[in-house]
């Protein structure tokens, strides 16, 4: 009997472009994996894959929608405030978009309203802003789970479900492989994390350092979670000269990170291989 799969997919904005790469090379080995895990945009790419996507259709739909800054802004004014009652509602915040509403404009069809539409069980990850903790959904609502896993802080504002303030599900649990531990054979994560890197030579914005703070924070939360409970595979494909919010530079992520397919693959075909060596004795 061929063992199990499950995936973690991580979050990172714009670096998570790489996850189609990880979709891709699993249709290649014919393995579909019985659970899925997602952060942020590791949910967003996770929830394609679990509606019955394929890593080339996930890509090709990627393409279609961030193909050029003209593309995206048609989206994002789609995505405007019905009213001037809702775009001042709460107050008017400068860099605080309804994320609900871009994911709406920017989702693939396919990606159903509920999660028990999906063909694979996924998990999707948040923050707790006043509870002081982790979010787990895996039933109901769809669409306002992805959006409070993907409210990164300062861009998008918090999402609210079941009377709680939700934000970017990447800051409690930045890869999420340890919310499907036993759940398959064969454990899969990939982070997309990053880190800064001082491979640029301009000095870093205010903006910059937050961000590059936070990657620095959600490492040291992976560091940590790995000394507790471990994947059979990490992937992480080398994204950290791109920034979070680099989805027009989508060709050049996806050049960078080619490298991950064959990887996955010598990784996989090594984990197979010692589980068979284990069986035979």
Not at 202 to 231: E, H, W, Y
Request: hydrophobic share 45%; with cysteine.
């Amino acid at each position: 009997m061929s063992p199990t799969f499950g995936v973690a997919f991580g979050g990172g904005g714009a670096r998570g472009l790489a996850h189609i790469h990880v979709i891709e090379t699993l249709d290649e080995l014919g393995i579909r994996p019985v659970v899925i895990a997602g952060s942020s945009i590791g949910a967003i790419m996770g929830a394609g894959m679990a509606s019955g996507m394929t890593g080339r259709e996930i890509g090709d739909y990627a393409r279609s929608i961030l193909g050029t800054r003209a593309q995206v802004a048609s989206l994002m004014w789609k995505a405007r405030p019905g009213s001037l009652a809702e775009m001042m509602r709460g107050g008017l915040r400068v860099g605080q978009f309804n994320v609900e509403r871009i994911l709406k404009a920017f989702l693939p069809p396919a990606v159903p309203k509920s999660f028990d539409a999906l063909r694979i069980p996924l998990k999707v990850t948040a923050t707790d802003y006043f509870g002081h903790k982790l979010a787990v959904f895996e039933d109901g609502d769809l669409h306002s789970a992805l959006a409070a896993s993907a409210a990164i802080p300062a861009v998008f504002r918090p999402v609210v479900r079941d009377g709680r303030m939700l934000i970017d599900g990447g800051i409690y649990n930045p890869v999420p492989f340890d919310l499907i531990e036993g759940d398959a054979d064969i454990t899969i994560a990939v982070d997309v994390v990053g880190a800064p890197s001082a491979a640029e030579s301009r000095r870093p914005t205010s903006v910059d350092l937050m961000f590059g703070a936070t990657q620095l924070m959600m490492q040291s939360i992976i560091a940590n979670k790995l000394t507790q409970c471990q994947p059979d595979i990490l992937i992480r494909p080398p994204v950290s000269r791109f920034r979070v919010l680099d989805f027009l530079k989508m060709n050049a992520v996806m050049a960078e990170t080619a490298s991950v397919k064959d990887e996955l693959k010598r990784r996989i075909e090594a984990v197979l291989k010692s589980r068979r060596e284990l069986q035979a004795h």
